[in-house]
């Protein structure tokens, strides 16, 4: 059974840094796109970062380039979002999100979500 | 990486057709038949209901179907059903590895 658990959300200041992680199983990690996809409250779905299968390449949201790096260690089955300088903004429920293989065109497994809040 | 434009809200009542569009650009929607439907519920994940435009992946109902024409995606659900009121979400490829939502849409059934 596919499994993708995030954890690392929390309450944080503005411009204070936070890193999430998302544990996986059930499948063979390194042969799939994955990717960070976040929700604020009441709003709809914003896709965040992805990164290709060996970790070589990455692509961000406008917003978050320079801010967020996603990266993930094939080696512990697991993908990782750095944050740094966060917004009021930037607070939302952040998914974990795996596209399938070999045709990565969209997201067929999610978790269940971490509560990341930016606030003073 | 504009949002993709749905309406807020679409409401029928129970075995009516609803459609919610889906309204991109060439730079996306219309370059790419790369368009998926994922429907939530409160408080839960979303979930893939259709994907390349028109495929709907196993297990998923075949009230539900995609289709589109120029920039514009469409999803329609058949013989609306109660456990259907949910949010509705589209996605396009956006070119150079990036991916871009719609709004959402709020189904309500009557």
């Known amino acids: 059974e596919v499994q993708l658990v995030e954890s690392g959300g929390g309450l944080v200041q503005p411009g204070g840094s936070l890193r999430l992680s998302c544990a996986a199983s059930g499948f063979t990690f390194t042969t799939f796109w994955m990717a960070w996809v976040r929700q604020a409250p009441g709003k709809g779905l914003e896709w965040v970062a992805n990164i290709q299968p060996d970790g070589t390449a990455q692509y961000y949201l406008d917003s978050v380039k320079g801010r967020f790096t996603i990266s993930r260690d094939n080696a512990k089955d697991s993908l990782y979002l750095q944050m740094i300088s966060l917004r009021a903004e930037d607070t939302a429920v952040y998914y974990c999100?795996?596209?399938?293989?070999?045709?990565?065109?969209?997201?067929?497994?999610w978790g269940q979500g971490a509560l990341v809040t930016v606030s003073s | 990486q504009s949002a993709l434009t749905q309406p807020a809200s679409v409401s029928g009542s129970p075995g009516q057709s609803i459609a919610i569009s889906c309204i991109g650009t060439s730079r996306d929607v219309g370059n790419y038949k790369l368009v998926s439907w994922y429907q939530q519920y409160p408080g839960k994940a979303p979930k893939v209901i259709i994907s390349?435009?028109?495929k709907r992946p196993s297990g998923v109902s075949d009230r539900f179907s995609g289709s589109k024409s120029g920039n514009t995606a469409s999803l329609t659900i058949s013989g609306l059903q109660a456990e259907d009121e949910a949010d509705y979400y589209c996605?396009?490829?956006?070119?150079?590895?990036?991916?871009?939502f719609g709004g959402g849409t709020k189904v309500t059934v009557l």
């Open positions: 999100a795996r596209y399938p293989s070999p045709n990565p065109y969209y997201f067929d497994y």
């Open positions: 390349d435009d028109t």
């Open positions: 996605c396009s490829f956006a070119g150079s590895g990036t991916w871009v």
